[in-house]
């Protein structure tokens, strides 16, 4: 049974201010009472630490890095969406609202959505008054840039380093509080199991990754704050250790699984150059405000980007799509860069992208302009493929970036296993089949400022006088019994081949067949396949050293265990979704033009999945999607 | 773009925990393409070294775009390699030739112990910013943030400032292994905005005496600057210094009276 979604009664504007008067709140000198783990120091984890230790809770945050500072919202470059209509352009709470539902193709919670749209505007404030320097223009006032799949000018940005300041702005919030011993860090702690008593979320386990000390951790309540799965394709913009382990092991403990196949193709990636790869790189999409994507008009061409006249130049997205041109939602330029591709019409030495140029923008705004905009995106793309993008144009493509899907939550942001929480990336409400560009960082600053610190006292108000639960009590000793046995299987397999390699061959298999385009053929090819490799893995795995100190071997196989499980999950949601909507494209489902063609009457819901057991495919409970503010439309950005 | 490939020697500090004794081991690292960055040429030679049934190279790493600042090693003898300006990560192998020989060590302090092989232990460097590396700035208490403007060459200055990714380059540079560019860089971030203020000189004085817990002297090598990754300017020393020295004043204890 799926858990009520909670959504308030009332007006869409009214529903979060009232929900906030009615939900149990705990008394100020009550908090200290209730601890509180949040796993992950993201902008999710670390804003809902902070907070949640300013309230007067007793936090306990866990990262696996050796500072919450490097988690990876630090990576993100361009901005961070807010419903100021600082520009007077005719923005509103309603018109985020609006194209966030929208964006994300009629596949999200209205309202959780509004609920975002209306505290995006207490970030900006919160983050300035924490010392973020937001770009500013001479008069002293916040500046804002364009993003896909809006029509008003609404992102807030940091140069190319948006998600940097806002994360250190964050951290240095939780930091205050662990000063003021409110939040207590655990840093190079990986969460590897989750704890439950009767039902109820109350502890996790963790393997400090230094020293391999496995230790259990009890409290009142559980945030998981620990962003999404994209490194499930090997290759993406993810950082190298960012997985979704911490999440997996709460959906094998019980907690739904939403949506696994919205996965979000970014548009603006350096392409692949080597089967060497280890990442990919992200140029963020501020740059299609200025540079205009195109490929060459004959599959023939063998001319270098700057002797193409411009009348063999198909300007593809800009012809295809007037009234937003460059500025399509990421899932149209994404799809549209792979179509051009098959068509033989990619540039670069692979044939394997397409030209992001500036020569205009350069000649119309000149180059310290551009420098000053773009600078370090333009420094960084020169680093890695050799070239300038000052003098030649950029050669970019998609690349997996985002995950839309995760842990299912009630507007309250509980998964199905009360007292568990999954905040940011982690969770899959906000943003549909498809999330718009710089909305992101706004939605892991709304769960972790704005939304867990109210209504996590819904929860805890009730227990008031519960003890925790004793480290001795039985569900600790078998939690970390069974974390301790599986890295003992893993260092004893004694296989013959590395993680890496299973990562790599998963990857190329959910790339290939749960990537850009999905169809039935591909993904029942998928299922068997990524089942076959992980029988592999779990025979002829090689992890070498043992568990007592830093081994990145150990670290990786379990990651790359849980990957296997969720590869297949992907594929079965994608299977079972016999439509297309956002980033998922099922190829039987598509427009005469072939854009992607929803199924509302079978599909205007969310899938969540309820684990059984590794061989025993999980079970789909729908929840449906019930649009009270927006017209469902076939999206058009024409 | 060159296609072409490497034929290297690999000199790689192997140390099994902070207590043990370490030591350089020689690894070859052949066919490496020049389009590849520092550290997929690291994972190539892991891969060799798994297939034979040795441990692999330990050495920190994550968003390998160079902003996280989890990576950092000496290589040749300096943090981060030979470019300016470029955290290992984005240091790719078209910057090396065919038949060099590669020296690649840990960050070197005494405040940084190896945790193993190439990884360090950072920690000190938190415990400057849990010093007063913030603002103030509950949240819920924040007033709309166009009311206080602030002129754009100030929040640039901020910016340059803030820049900084705390991977410690600065002090694995420094001969006396101090840590005044990151704290200056941290402290100039905050201390030259109208909303570090009220807390301008309580924090300067609280960082600048933590950072002298766990870290040596800076006299003004600047090296720091040299090895930076993001070239944050030796001058936020001398503004960290000067907000110091007033702090003592400000704070009523004189300098002298310490």
């Known amino acids: ?638 | 773009m060159s296609g072409e490939s490497l034929n290297l020697t690999l000199k790689v500090w192997r140390q099994d925990g902070a207590g043990a004794k370490g030591g350089f081991e020689t690894y070859p690292a052949h066919q490496i393409p020049t389009d590849a960055s520092f550290l997929e040429m690291l994972d190539v030679v892991n891969e060799q070294l798994i297939d034979a049934g040795k441990l692999p190279i330990e050495f920190p790493h994550d968003c390998r775009e160079g902003i996280c600042g989890t990576c950092g090693m000496m290589i040749n003898g300096r943090a981060h390699g030979p470019e300016m300006g470029t955290a290992t990560c984005q240091l790719h192998m078209r910057k090396f030739t065919d038949g060099d020989t590669i020296e690649i060590e840990p960050w070197r302090a005494a405040a940084f112990p190896v945790v193993r092989d190439l990884v360090v232990d950072r920690s000190p460097l938190d415990k400057i910013i849990e010093a007063g590396g913030y603002v103030s700035a509950p949240t819920g208490t924040a007033a709309d943030a166009n009311e206080m403007p602030i002129p754009k060459e100030v929040a640039d200055s901020a910016m340059d400032a803030a820049a900084c990714i705390g991977c410690g380059a600065c002090v694995a540079a420094c001969p006396n292994s101090a840590a005044q560019l990151f704290t200056s860089a941290k402290v100039w971030h905050l201390n030259s905005l109208p909303q570090g203020q009220p807390e301008r000189f309580k924090r300067v004085e609280a960082m600048v005496e933590t950072m002298e817990q766990f870290f040596g002297s800076c006299t003004n090598h600047g090296e720091c600057t040299e090895a930076c990754p993001k070239e944050i300017p030796q001058d936020f020393i001398a503004y960290l210094n000067r907000d110091y020295i007033k702090s003592k004043v400000k704070n009523r204890k004189l300098a002298s009276q310490r």
């Open chain 1, 1 to 638: 049974m799926l858990p009520e979604a909670k959504i308030p009664a009332g007006p869409m504007a009214e529903k979060w201010d009232n929900h906030k008067f009615d939900i149990k709140l705990v008394n100020p000198a009550n908090k200290r009472k209730f601890k509180v783990i949040v796993v992950g120091t993201g902008l999710a984890g670390a804003s809902a630490s902070a907070t949640l230790g300013e309230l007067g809770y007793e936090v306990h945050a866990f990262t696996f890095h050796d500072s919450p500072r490097r988690a990876h919202s630090i990576a993100a470059q361009g901005g961070i969406n807010a419903a100021k209509n600082y520009r007077n352009d005719g923005d509103s709470v309603h018109r985020l609202f609006y194209d966030t539902v929208k964006g994300g193709d009629y596949r999200s919670r209205e309202a959780n959505v509004h609920r975002l749209a209306q505290v995006s505007v207490d970030i900006i404030d919160q983050m300035a008054a924490q010392g973020v320097p937001f770009a500013r223009e001479y008069g002293g006032l916040l500046d804002n840039r364009s993003f896909g799949g809006a029509q008003v000018s609404r992102t807030f940005y940091a140069r190319g380093q948006t998600g940097q300041q806002l994360l250190l702005g964050a951290y240095q919030q939780m930091m205050r509080q662990v000063e003021v011993g409110k939040v207590t860090l655990h840093t190079n702690s990986e969460m590897l199991e989750l704890v439950m008593k009767d039902g109820e979320a109350c502890g996790i386990i963790t393997r400090d990754l230094t020293t391999g000390e496995i230790a259990a951790h009890n409290a009142h309540a559980v945030v998981l704050c620990t962003g999404g799965y994209g490194n499930v394709f090997y290759l993406s913009t993810n950082a190298m250790a960012c997985n979704v382990t911490a999440a997996w092991r709460a959906h094998r403990k019980g907690a739904y699984f939403a949506n696994p196949c919205y996965t979000q193709i970014h548009p603006t990636c350096i392409p692949v150059s080597d089967e060497f790869q280890s990442k990919l790189t992200l140029m963020s999409e501020s740059l299609r405000n200025d540079g205009r994507i195109w490929v060459p008009r004959s599959a023939d061409e063998s001319r270098s980007a700057r002797d193409i006249p411009d009348a063999e130049r198909y300007y593809y997205l800009e012809e295809k799509y007037p009234a937003f041109g460059n500025l399509v939602p990421r899932d149209v330029a994404s799809r549209n860069a792979k179509t051009v591709v098959d068509q033989g019409l990619g540039v670069g030495p692979l044939k394997n992208g397409v030209y992001l140029d500036f020569s205009e923008a350069i000649g119309r705004d000149g180059k310290d302009t551009i420098e000053a905009k773009y600078g370090n995106l333009f420094q960084m793309y020169e680093r890695i493929t050799g070239e300038d993008p000052y003098t030649l144009p950029m050669r970019i493509y998609p690349a997996t970036h985002y995950t839309m899907g995760g842990l299912w939550v009630d507007y309250n942001l509980m998964t199905s296993i009360p007292g568990l929480y999954a905040c940011g990336e982690a969770n899959f409400s906000d943003h549909g089949a498809n999330r718009l560009g710089a909305s992101a960082l706004m939605q892991g600053l709304a769960d972790g400022y704005f939304v867990i610190p109210y209504t996590i006292g819904d929860y805890l108000a009730p227990r008031l006088g519960d003890p925790l639960v004793s480290l001795d009590d039985p569900v600790f000793t078998d939690a970390t019994k069974g974390v301790r046995d599986q890295i003992n299987h893993f260092l004893s397999i004694g296989g013959t081949k590395s993680p890496d390699y299973f990562h790599r061959e998963l990857g190329k298999l959910i790339w290939d067949y749960i990537g850009m385009a999905r169809n039935q053929t591909g993904l029942e090819k998928a299922i068997s396949e990524i089942r076959a490799l992980r029988e592999e893995f779990w025979k002829d795995v090689r992890v070498l050293g043992s568990n007592d100190t830093l081994n990145s071997s150990l670290e990786k196989a379990g990651r790359i265990a849980d990957f296997f499980e969720l590869g297949e999950l992907m594929a079965r949601d994608a299977l079972d979704r016999r439509e297309s909507c956002g980033g998922h494209f099922r190829e039987e489902s598509q427009t005469e033009e072939n854009e992607a063609l929803r199924d509302d009457i079978n599909f205007a819901h969310v899938s969540a999945w309820e684990w059984h057991d590794p061989d025993t495919p999980q079970t789909k409970h729908a929840e449906e999607l019930i649009f009270e503010e927006v017209k469902l439309t076939q999206r058009s950005y024409k």
